[in-house]
């Protein structure tokens, strides 16, 4: 969607880490998100971050958010082969899930 | 448990025709969701249902309709295809709309051809 803007391509090698990034326009999202979609598969939560945080951790994830900027992140750390998916970011709005374009990563050997 | 299931997984068809595509979730959801997908442009919300016996549109309604059969079911028909409407379509469930860690869920899509 245009109010989410995500880069669409990230090329990483096994075991460096992956940073995606993302903006958004809503400033009264609640809650923005990250998505996994592995080929011909649907789109599986990864994690979400409440808006009054700056940083979530979850294993090998981390999300940092930059209110002020509107600026999302999602860092993947010791990237494997598996993690090679489309990654959404998406932000909150009432019912509605607003959808950057996806980030496609590549891991390479 | 099969989460949120979509059928067919596959369709072709050609300018003019109809078909329906059927949604089915066995999570006990109240809201449910239509999403296409397209090259670049991520997801897109065709229809929603916030509960049972309700449905409302989203972002790009045009040229399709929709209904709420029972809780579990949420289907989308295109009553004439046209090649724009070629896409992956995704259905999605959550609890309940609205703001909030409420997650949806999405199935596994239909890839949809018109020809």
């Known amino acids: 969607g245009e109010d989410v803007e995500q880069s669409l391509f990230l090329s990483v090698r096994e075991g460096d880490s992956s940073v995606i990034n993302c903006t958004y326009t809503?400033?009264?999202?609640?809650?923005l998100y990250w998505y996994k979609q592995e080929p011909g598969a649907g789109l599986q939560l990864l994690t979400y971050?409440?808006?009054?945080?700056d940083m979530k951790q979850d294993q090998r994830l981390t999300v940092l958010l930059n209110k002020k900027d509107k600026h999302l992140s999602l860092r993947i750390a010791d990237t494997q082969t598996g993690d090679s998916a489309i990654y959404f970011c998406?932000?909150?709005?009432?019912?509605?899930?607003?959808f950057g374009a996806g980030t496609t990563v590549t891991v390479r050997a | 448990n099969a989460g949120v299931t979509q059928t067919p997984k596959f369709q072709v068809l050609k300018t003019g025709q109809s078909m329906t595509l059927q949604c089915a979730q066995d999570?006990?959801?109240?809201?449910m969701y239509w999403y296409r997908q397209d090259p670049g442009m991520g997801l897109r919300l065709i229809y929603y249902?916030?509960?049972?016996?309700?449905?409302d549109k989203g972002e790009v309604p045009n040229g399709y309709n929709v209904s709420r059969l029972n809780k579990r079911e949420f289907s989308l028909r295109l009553e004439s295809a046209a090649p724009s409407q070629t896409s992956v379509y995704f259905c999605?469930?959550?609890?309940?709309?609205?703001?909030?860690?409420?997650?949806?869920?999405f199935g596994p899509g239909t890839r949809l051809t018109v020809l």
């Open positions: 971050i409440f808006s009054n945080m």
């Open positions: 249902s916030a509960s049972e016996g309700t449905t």
């Open positions: 998406a932000e909150s709005n009432d019912y509605k899930l607003s």
């Open positions: 999605a469930s959550s609890e309940s709309p609205g703001q909030g860690r409420d997650t949806q869920y």
């Open positions: 809503d400033s009264s999202s609640t809650y």
């Open positions: 999570m006990n959801h109240n809201s």
